[in-house]
């Protein structure tokens, strides 16, 4: 019964496996020949272990970045049993590895390097929440473009990203790694870092291929604990959490990481629907899928498999074609093959992806491509990148508060610089910060005496990030480098009370330290950490104006921040440049034009918080005494700050909405214009943004979605009218039986400021 009942799910969900249209790339089939015929010429010269070799990949060289390290790396190298590195970087580090499987391995296989060059490389930008917060896919594509050049000088081709988990939960520490909680945006974010990276020509010296991660959903995991369980309908997988994964492969990356979590489950790396039926055969990827970190041993924790014979036929059987770290297919392949138990033909589909993955790379003409010492001395953190990264970090910051123009600061005076991030270049440059050296960013400290030097600076530290010895212990332990003060925190907040009193205003700069987010960082209390929030209540005391500056690398509840700071700026981890940044926007020599990209609850019983929510049956109309509402008793639904929101230093008006007609047809399209003036008496950039709704549908649809951005520059008093096209695509969903559809009938469009101040409009849909 039991038996019967599951195949008939997966049935079911192969079968439904929508498509979400037609992957641009070219097949398999039309695939150069030539690298075909290379790669079988190749493969009919290895054995089996060769060909095993190629799906073992091993971390070496300067980074650790999962629970184990691998053993006797040269010797299986000269074996022939390695594929590929990972943790390895500069041109004499990779050319040593490659000049052993070159020179001493029987066949001379090249091996791909492997690293996580999350958001840069040498040059490192604010932290990919940061990067999305910029709402400018241009700038997003340069921070990519100029990781690929960076990490192809230091002998690396193959980097492990974009992470496009869609994320709802800011417990979850590697919000900090992806684009935040919208579907639609994330999918333009993947895109163009997919293009970035990979530029046109994946063979050039300056691209590198990059690795969709963590494939799928892992962005879900319940509570917000990294690594837990996922479960999801199939209805949220395909509208909220797969497009973005669908929209980099569209954009034809070469290589896939499975997540670490299961899905309907199937732990991902065993998950056959997962990785062929949908990846491949209804999307078309023909690219090389690897494993995270170890995954494949954790399938028998798990409980998917007894051990790791079995959980090794299971995942390769499903299409994980390459095993990072853990050995599982090096140590139990030879085996499973004699007794029958894997083909000889499934580790050549496998070998086959991996090695066409090095022949589109051009490792096969010049193994050595990418370990070009001369070439690295030119290209790493050369000025125009430095300053691409001082611009980039600018446009990523959010401005939240900004009562009565505290900000800017005027140039002259005297600051009391307060907190424990102030001083700080370690949290500058964020969690995941590769190869980049935090000696070498710049903090907030020096940026001001830099952009405003004429200013008095009365600094006091003020609070540790935290003083909770166990936590202290464990980030340190993991590259926290948290510079603690032993002072009692009485001691330290009264000092910088008697800072603040002697000067004209507060820049308290405070947060969370690099290492609260990220991986295996989650936090179930996402307010500030520490004594923080007592240094803040002494200095308001003070009466003198607060302005904080904050760095996190998730959404925190601020609910006493707000509403007692006369400014905040959210500054995220903002890179190698982040004090400079900070300094250019706190002094007015950049306006900020940052919006949110994940929704800031009030507190942090509100999570799972987005904007795109379902209306439910009892939606709380704001009557105080209306019992059976959804709602909570002791907090709002309301978030502190919603998607999509950010303030200026200039203010802006919207006009209403025009459309060019009322009715849209299939095939057709409606113009949406808005007028949009800047009234406020400096130059500054808006992000206005177009949502959409479907009023009635055969299933429930979000209150609204968003469809469409544009960031547009005005002058003081400069008008400007933005146009957006609303085609049937906008309007499409999955209906009961998953075919992706628009329904006639009414709509409502959006364009607005953010996800909550919005100009409204009505249309309707019908199919002629
Ligand atoms: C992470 C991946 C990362 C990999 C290699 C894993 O623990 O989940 O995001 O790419 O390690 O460092």
């Known amino acids: 019964m039991m038996r019967a009942s599951m195949i008939s799910l997966c049935l079911c969900f192969t079968f439904l496996a929508p498509s979400f249209g037609q992957n641009k790339k070219m097949s398999n089939a039309s695939l150069p020949q030539a690298m075909h015929a290379f790669v079988q010429d190749l493969m009919d010269t290895m054995t089996l272990e060769e060909k095993i070799g190629q799906l073992n990949l091993v971390s070496i060289g300067f980074d650790v970045t999962g629970p184990v390290v691998s053993e006797n790396v040269e010797e299986k190298i000269q074996k022939g049993l390695v594929g590929g590195v990972l943790n390895t970087y500069t041109p004499v580090a990779a050319r040593k ?251 050549d589909t496998a070998c086959r992806r991996v090695l066409e993955a090095k022949y589109k790379l051009g490792l096969f003409q010049d193994p050595y491509r990418y370990a070009n010492e001369q070439r690295a001395k030119q290209t790493i953190m050369q000025p125009s990148f430095v300053q691409a990264a001082r611009d980039i970090a600018r446009r990523s910051m959010v401005l939240l508060k900004n009562n009565q123009q505290t900000l800017p600061l005027k140039k002259t005076g005297t600051i009391a610089l307060v907190g424990p991030l102030a001083k700080s270049q370690r949290d500058m440059i964020g969690n995941w910060s590769g190869a980049g050296d935090w000696k070498q960013a710049v903090s907030v400290e020096q940026g001001i005496r830099k952009v405003a030097g004429d200013i008095k600076i009365n600094y006091a530290k003020g609070a540790n990030i935290t003083d909770d010895e166990q936590l202290i212990r464990r980030l340190n332990a993991h590259g926290g480098e948290l510079d603690i003060d032993n002072r009692s925190s009485e001691d330290m907040i009264k000092e910088a009370v008697a800072t603040a009193q002697k000067s004209d205003v507060i820049v308290a700069v405070v947060g969370e330290s690099q290492g609260m987010s990220g991986e295996a960082a989650s936090r179930a209390d996402i307010t500030l950490p520490g004594k923080q929030l007592d240094l803040l209540k002494a200095l308001k005391k003070t009466g003198k104006p607060m302005a904080i500056v904050l760095m996190n690398g998730r959404p925190l509840a601020l609910k006493w921040e707000d509403e007692n700071a006369d400014a905040i700026l959210e500054t995220w981890f903002a890179g190698t440049q982040a004090g400079n940044a900070i300094a250019d926007v706190l002094f007015g020599d950049y306006n900020p034009s940052g919006k949110l990209t994940m929704t800031f609850p009030q507190v942090v019983g509100q999570v799972p918080i987005y904007y795109n ?27 502190l700050y919603p998607f999509g929101y950010g303030l200026s230093y200039t203010t802006f008006a919207y006009g209403d909405i025009k459309l060019s007609k009322n009715t849209l047809t299939a095939g057709d399209s409606i113009q949406v214009s808005i007028k949009v003036s800047n009234t406020g008496d400096r130059a500054g950039e808006e992000v206005v943004q177009l949502y959409v709704q479907d009023l009635v549908g055969t299933v429930t649809r979000p209150v609204k979605e968003l469809k469409g951005f544009e960031k547009i520059l005005l002058e003081p008093g ?34 607005g400021s953010n996800s909550q101040e919005v100009k409204a409009a009505d249309f309707a849909f019908s199919k002629k």
């Open 718 to 751: 400069q008008s400007k009218q933005v146009t957006f096209s609303i085609t049937e695509e906008a309007l499409k969903f999955y209906d009961i039986d998953m075919n992706y559809i628009a329904e006639p009938g009414d709509f409502k469009v959006y364009v």
């Open 97 to 347: 590895l490659q000049e052993k499987a070159m020179k001493q391995a029987r066949l001379g296989i090249p091996l791909i390097f492997g690293y996580d060059v999350i958001h840069g490389h040498r040059t490192i930008f604010p932290i990919p929440l940061g990067l999305a917060a910029t709402w400018d896919l241009k700038a997003i594509k340069k921070s990519a473009r100029i990781a690929a050049q960076e990490a192809s000088a230091d002998g690396l081709n193959w980097v492990y990203s974009p992470m496009v988990d869609i994320a709802r939960d800011p417990r979850w520490g590697r919000v900090a790694e992806g684009s935040g909680e919208d579907t639609w945006y994330g999918s333009q974010v993947a895109r163009v870092m997919v293009e970035g990276y990979q530029g046109d020509n994946l063979a050039a010296d300056s691209t590198v291929m990059a690795c969709l991660k963590h494939f799928a959903l892992y962005g879900a995991a319940e509570a917000g604990r990294d690594y837990n369980t996922v479960d999801m309908s199939l209805r949220r997988m395909f509208e909220a959490y797969l497009p973005p994964y669908k929209a980099a492969i569209d954009a034809g990356v070469g290589s896939v990481m499975t997540s670490f979590n299961e899905i309907n489950g199937v732990p991902a790396s065993a998950n056959k629907w997962l990785l062929t039926d949908l990846l491949r055969k209804k999307w078309g990827f023909d690219g090389f899928v690897v494993t995270d970190y170890t995954a494949l041993n954790e399938l028998v924790a798990h409980g998917i498999g007894k051990n790791e014979a079995e959980v090794g036929a299971l995942a390769l059987k499903a299409g994980s074609d390459m095993d990072m770290v853990g050995e599982v297919y090096l140590n139990n392949l030879p085996k499973l093959v004699k007794e029958g138990k894997v083909t000889e033909a499934e580790i």
């Open 613 to 639: 929510h379902k209306n439910t049956g009892r939606p709380f109309g704001g009557d105080e005494l209306d019992k059976y509402k959804s709602r909570y008793l002791d907090v709002s639904n309301e978030p």
